[in-house]
């Protein structure tokens, strides 16, 4: 016969290791503020060096912008220098006693060329406003010129050239608009 016999623990266990649960352990309260600490303490350093690193490369960025801006003045001015020069010679052409005022009147044309030249070289372009409609994101009027001969809204004579560069406008022309004639 058989007996069911309770069973014996230690008869299960033999032959086998006993289990080894590792036991879960519980930081105490001043364990975790320590673990905290170092945690926000890294965490500060990390932001301090993000932080450095971004104001490096501002820092970078202002100084190339600075040689950027250096640089293109530095090609502006060589290629202004000869306009300079060329007034230069036509005053002292003037001054040495030149009797023939068109003398003068060349040098500075040869001069204005220069300038035009030099300019148009980086983008620079007159705005054509004579005989045109009034535009006034191109144009400013000064004045309404009562015609009969030159259509109302056109532009009568300018005054002062406006200038592009690209296709912002960098000064507007100041024009004469023609208006209605008077009625008698």
């Known amino acids: ?21 590792k036991a879960v352990e519980i930081p105490t309260h001043e364990q975790e503020m320590v673990r905290l ?3 926000r303490d890294q965490l ?8 450095a690193d971004a104001a490096n490369v501002r820092r970078r960025q202002r100084q190339e912008m600075d040689d950027q801006k250096r640089r293109v003045v530095e090609g502006l001015t060589q290629e202004l220098l000869p306009a ?10 003037f ?9 003068l009147v060349e040098g500075v044309r040869m001069t204005r060329m220069l ?42 004579r300018v005054l002062q050239v406006g200038y592009l560069l690209g296709d912002r406008v960098v000064r507007h022309a100041r024009v004469i608009v023609a208006g209605p004639t008077a009625k008698a």
């Open 1 to 21: 016969m058989n007996e069911t016999r309770p069973e014996d623990p230690k008869a299960r266990n033999e032959g086998q290791q006993p289990s080894q649960e």
């Open 37 to 39: 600490r170092e945690e």
């Open 44 to 51: 500060e350093q990390q932001l301090q060096r993000q932080l």
């Open 84 to 93: 300079l020069d060329s007034f230069g010679m036509a005053l002292a052409a």
């Open 95 to 103: 001054d040495a006693g030149s009797s023939d005022p068109k003398v």
């Open 115 to 156: 300038l035009n030249s030099a300019l148009e070289r980086h983008g620079l372009q007159e705005i054509n406003a004579e005989g045109q409609a009034f535009d006034p994101l191109r144009h400013e009027a000064v004045a309404v010129e009562p015609s009969s001969a030159i259509a109302e809204g056109q532009i009568v």
